[in-house]
């Protein structure tokens, strides 16, 4: 199976997870727009959706799904959302579709996150994958420091030749050359740096739950 065939298998199996009649919170990415697509087919069963960037709310309002503010609604039952990277504790590294903080977010308002993913996102440690950290921009050099100081390698991200901005009106620095063994620890760490917004490791919300699209069908993962 292609990659996209298995993004869209994890999509539909994420389905069982909807609570009919409840408010479903949506990340961001490629795998998840596969679950917008399948939640087209019961979209009627929910009430709506609380998105975690202005790219999913605009896929979730053309297949008619109202769209709620975070602030408007309470805690979720569940959140649904890719992975970069996620190991066998279910912790992950998140933000390559630059929505990590909104992610974060919507993640720590719901009871329980489904991760989506193919199988080559599971790994023994989390870091291969570059960390990405959003950051106030005037903060952007000191932080690159301090990843330095720990062995990391941080760059900006670039769009059209410009610092990418986030929808929070941030910037974004990708970390490489790090091997991350202890993740509630590092988001810890990194969380306290003044001027970062949020770092990528998904560790405090971890998943509950990883559907896991392989060649012979969805494994799933329980945390």
């Given at each position: 199976?292609?990659?996209?065939?298995?993004?869209?298998?994890?999509?539909?199996?994420?389905?069982?997870?909807?609570?009919?009649?409840?408010?479903?919170?949506?990340?961001?990415?490629?795998?998840?727009?596969?679950?917008?697509e399948a939640l087209?087919?019961?979209?009627?069963?929910?009430?709506?959706?609380?998105?975690?960037?202005?790219?999913?709310?605009?896929?979730?309002?053309?297949?008619?799904?109202?769209?709620?503010?975070?602030?408007?609604?309470?805690?979720?039952?569940?959140?649904?959302?890719?992975?970069?990277?996620?190991?066998?504790?279910?912790?992950?590294i998140k933000g390559?579709?630059?929505?990590?903080?909104?992610?974060?977010?919507?993640?720590?308002?719901?009871?329980?996150?489904?991760?989506?993913?193919?199988?080559?996102?599971?790994?023994?440690?989390?870091?291969?994958?570059?960390?990405?950290?959003?950051?106030?921009?005037?903060?952007?050099?000191?932080?690159?420091r301090q990843f330095?100081?720990?062995?990391?390698?941080?760059?900006?991200?670039?769009?059209?030749?410009?610092?990418?901005?986030?929808?929070?009106?941030?910037?974004?620095?990708?970390?490489?050359?790090?091997?991350?063994?202890?993740?509630?620890?590092?988001?810890?760490?990194?969380?306290?740096?003044?001027?970062?917004?949020?770092?990528?490791?998904?560790?405090?919300?971890?998943?509950?739950?990883?559907?896991?699209?392989?060649?012979?069908?969805?494994?799933?993962?329980?945390?």
């Amino acid at each position: 199976m292609t990659q996209d065939e298995l993004k869209a298998l994890v999509g539909q199996a994420a389905l069982q997870y909807v609570v009919q009649g409840e408010i479903v919170g949506v990340g961001t990415g490629s795998t998840v727009n596969k679950f917008i697509e399948a939640l087209a087919g019961i979209k009627d069963r929910i009430r709506g959706a609380v998105s975690s960037s202005v790219a999913s709310t605009e896929r979730l309002r053309a297949i008619g799904v109202p769209v709620f503010d975070a602030n408007e609604v309470g805690e979720l039952a569940v959140y649904i959302d890719g992975a970069d990277e996620i190991d066998g504790g279910g912790h992950m590294i998140k933000g390559g579709g630059a929505a990590l903080t909104r992610e974060k977010i919507v993640a720590a308002q719901s009871r329980s996150f489904v991760c989506i993913a193919d199988e080559s996102k599971l790994v023994n440690a989390l870091g291969n994958f570059p960390v990405p950290v959003e950051v106030v921009p005037m903060a952007a050099g000191r932080v690159t420091r301090q990843f330095a100081a720990m062995g990391g390698r941080a760059t900006l991200r670039m769009k059209d030749g410009a610092p990418l901005v986030t929808d929070n009106g941030q910037h974004i620095l990708d970390v490489s050359g790090l091997s991350i063994t202890q993740p509630v620890a590092f988001e810890s760490e990194v969380n306290q740096w003044p001027g970062v917004v949020t770092v990528g490791v998904f560790a405090h919300q971890k998943a509950s739950v990883c559907l896991l699209g392989t060649a012979s069908g969805v494994r799933t993962l329980k945390f």
